[in-house]
């Protein structure tokens, strides 16, 4: 198995967050008053129907320990739909991530994929300065 510690989620700053300091994930709403409860989705998506434009977007949130005060890391914006597919995708990603056994793994979004995650043990290159 792949310790958590050595296991890597891209953030959409490029940033690298160590799985096993990610204290929690949720979906957040950008034009709300903060994260918002994976329950309430559903509501958040039948207003945004009725809204008149269609771009709004939910952000994909860690908590992140290392210091005094978590932070929070964005790890990608998703259309409401895609949202809670796209929180489902990562804790899968995670997991199977940590099931392996390499010394160290990746962990990012797939562009143009909807809510798939991608698993690889290299460093891709667009996270390369």
Do not use: C
């Amino acid at each position: 198995m792949t310790d958590l510690a050595n296991i890597w989620v891209r953030t959409t700053s490029l940033e690298l967050v160590r799985v096993d300091q990610i204290v929690s994930l949720s979906i957040g709403d950008p034009m709300g008053s903060g994260p918002a409860r994976v329950t309430i989705i559903a509501e958040m998506k039948a207003e945004m129907k009725s809204a008149p434009s269609t771009s709004h977007m939910l952000r994909l949130m860690a908590s992140v320990a290392g210091s005094a005060e978590p932070r929070e890391a964005h790890l990608r914006s998703y259309e409401p739909g895609d949202a809670i597919p796209a929180l489902t995708g990562l804790a899968d990603a995670l997991a199977a991530a940590a099931a392996r056994s390499e010394p160290m793994l990746f962990v990012y979004p797939v562009l143009g994929a909807g809510a798939r995650w991608e698993v690889t043990t290299a460093l891709p290159r667009e996270w390369i300065a």
